[in-house]
């Protein structure tokens, strides 16, 4: 069936820390994959996402790259900052319907 | 830039109220969702609307309704609240596409307490 799993939570990172958070995906065809970001007190903001494969999301930093063969969609940052404590989420559309599916959430925390 | 408003931040209901929960989005969006947010579970769809008097049960329907009567508002209806309602909700909107999905634009969310 569907799903998405992401690496575990919580992370917590000195800032300017490199960032990885892992997340792998099962679905039928070809979904679009997204990244979600929720900062203390607030909904659910698209922060990044791609439509096919090999294509790469951006923004704000942060990338993630659509690998049809590994399943994954890894979000990366270079150098984090303390404003990017949050909780993530890794989401892939469901084939034809128009719903998505979302991952459980990795809580980052950033140290000054 | 979207908009989708969620009527209540906080709410706190005595087990075996009726509860509503109204979300109001101004992009002329077809598709509205509620979720529910616990802690581990990530976001759980509860229901789905494509279309206005249009609805779909998600993964966890139990327990709820919902309305659509204007295309820009979507109601969630606890018909007796319990204190396993007790959770974050979370609502969305987005725009109807053929063979896939956009991405979805969401409210605050309206923490609500069951007690």
């Known amino acids: 069936g569907n799903s998405v799993t992401q690496m575990e939570g919580p992370v917590t990172l000195s800032e300017e820390a490199f960032l990885t958070i892992n997340c792998t995906y099962t679905?039928?065809?070809?979904?679009?994959l997204f990244w979600y970001v929720q900062y203390p007190g607030e909904g659910l903001q698209l922060l990044l996402k791609?439509?096919?494969?090999?294509d790469k999301g951006s923004n704000k930093g942060f990338e993630a790259t659509y690998r049809k063969e590994t399943t994954s969609f890894h979000l990366e940052k270079g150098s984090v900052q303390v404003s990017d404590s949050a909780v993530y989420f890794c989401?892939?559309?469901?084939?034809?319907?128009?719903?998505?599916?979302f991952g459980q959430g990795t809580r980052l925390t950033i140290n000054p | 830039d979207v908009k989708v408003t969620q009527s209540s931040r906080y709410l706190v209901k005595r087990t075996g109220e009726k509860v509503f929960l109204e979300c109001v989005q101004d992009m002329d969006h077809e598709n509205m969702f509620w979720y529910r947010q616990d802690p581990g579970l990530g976001l759980r769809l509860i229901y789905f609307?494509?279309?206005?008097?249009?609805?779909e049960k998600g993964d966890i329907p139990e327990g709820y309704s919902v309305s659509r009567e204007k295309k820009e508002r979507f109601s969630l209806i606890l018909e007796s609240a319990s204190t396993n309602q007790t959770s974050m909700y979370l609502c969305?909107?987005?725009?109807?596409?053929?063979?896939?999905?956009?991405?979805?634009?969401f409210g605050p969310g309206t923490r609500l307490t069951v007690t």
């Open positions: 791609a439509t096919k494969a090999d």
């Open positions: 609307s494509y279309d206005v008097k249009m609805k």
């Open positions: 969305a909107s987005s725009l109807r596409r053929l063979g896939g999905s956009y991405e979805q634009y």
């Open positions: 989401a892939h559309s469901r084939g034809g319907a128009q719903k998505l599916v």
């Open positions: 679905a039928t065809g070809y979904p679009s």
